[in-house]
């Protein structure tokens, strides 16, 4: 039986993948400003630390930092997609079971999560989530794509402007010298040699028959339901 317990760091830093329903909807992108409003919105009731995000047509990637002794990211989660469904008109397929119970057909009801152990795997996740749209074939390089904190990361220095990380996929680590960087940005931000990074306390828990990729395998990491 899959084990369904969440992986609760309390001021822990945590990578996210999140899915719409539909698979092959470009809404995320086309309602772009929704979604923003929606995580401004969670954001100024139940604040949390942006490290990284990638919204892709079908699906967005970002890293987070919760405030000392909070651990409530399902709840966050909860409300961003409840507040970015409310802004969208009725009209996406949905089953009978969904209507009875009064469910959008706009998310996927589970999502991906891992609790960062280090700072390696911090730099690690940053990568993949501002290489993504280039995996995906959207652009050709992590600049090109509007809808990232990558532009945001090259303004404070944590990359050189011509960071492809083409060789840091292949290793699952940092290229060009960017990971003392990042490293250096936590380490400001937590006041501690280790960026704040919290031991994954959790063992298994995977919701899917692999992780969807090699950097989220291991302890921490597993599918959350909302």
């Not at 992986?7 to 996210?16: A, E, S």
């Not at 002794?69 to 409840?82: E, H, L, S, V």
């Not at 960062?116 to 995996?135: G, L, Q, S």
Request: aromatic share 10%.
């Amino acid at each position: 039986m899959p084990d369904y317990r969440r992986n609760r760091v309390p001021g822990g830093t945590f990578f996210f993948t999140v899915n719409l329903f539909d698979r092959r909807s470009n809404l995320l992108v086309a309602r772009i400003d929704a979604l923003r409003d929606a995580v401004r919105q969670v954001r100024a009731r139940a604040p949390f630390h942006i490290d990284a995000w990638v919204v892709l047509p079908d699906h967005m990637h970002c890293l987070w930092t919760l405030p000392e002794g909070d651990a409530n990211f399902p709840g966050r989660w909860r409300a961003i997609k409840t507040a970015f469904a409310k802004a969208l008109p009725i009209g996406e397929p949905r089953s009978p079971v969904m209507t009875d119970r009064g469910e959008r057909g706009i998310w996927q009801r589970r999502y991906w999560e891992h609790t960062i152990c280090d700072d390696r795997d911090f730099a690690a996740h940053m990568d993949y989530t501002h290489f993504n749209p280039v995996k995906h074939g959207l652009v050709a390089h992590p600049a090109d794509w509007p809808h990232s904190s990558f532009h945001r990361c090259v303004v404070g220095a944590l990359y050189p402007a011509g960071w492809r990380a083409t060789a840091a996929m292949n290793r699952h680590r940092p290229a060009n010298g960017a990971e003392p960087k990042r490293r250096r940005q936590r380490e400001h931000r937590t006041g501690s040699p280790s960026g704040g990074a919290h031991p994954a306390t959790g063992r298994g828990g995977m919701r899917c028959a692999v992780p969807p990729y090699a950097c989220c395998s291991g302890a921490g990491s597993r599918a959350t339901t909302t």
